[in-house]
């Protein structure tokens, strides 16, 4: 029974996994999606150019779903004009439309998970496992 169920779950870990790729460092689709999120991202934190140091980035059906940390370009920290904010760590999700990444919602220095209210327009897996029984 123990390894049924260990073979179950492998097999839902490698379906859910399975549901996105994550663009590695260099690539055009990696500078593409965060090239379209940066202009967005520099706006309202009122503070250019930045770079984006990267803590994920999932891809899958037109869809990426984006956590970062903007700095200053070469390193430098930036400070959230947001009061209320929990510093400038940045979640974004983009769509693909017309072979160009649009940005459909962001959000920088947030104490939630709002990305939750995409759940049913994404790839199942694409925003993790807070869309887990969301659908």
Not at 117 to 132: D, F, N, R, V
Request: aromatic residues 8%; positive net charge.
């Amino acid at each position: 029974m123990q390894r049924l169920f260990v073979a179950v779950a492998a097999l839902a870990l490698m379906a859910f996994s399975a549901a996105y790729t994550s663009p590695g460092p260099g690539s055009p689709q990696r500078k593409a999606i965060l090239d379209a999120l940066r202009p967005a991202v520099e706006r309202q934190l009122g503070v250019r150019p930045i770079e984006f140091v990267v803590e994920e980035i999932r891809v899958g059906g037109g869809w990426a779903f984006v956590r970062v940390n903007p700095q200053l370009k070469g390193g430098g920290a930036i400070r959230n004009p947001e009061p209320e904010a929990d510093g400038v760590h940045t979640e974004a999700v983009l769509q693909l439309v017309g072979g160009k990444w649009r940005v459909k919602e962001f959000g920088i220095g947030s104490t939630d998970v709002w990305w939750i209210g995409l759940c049913g327009e994404t790839p199942a897996g694409l925003l993790g496992q807070w869309c887990t029984g969301v659908r």
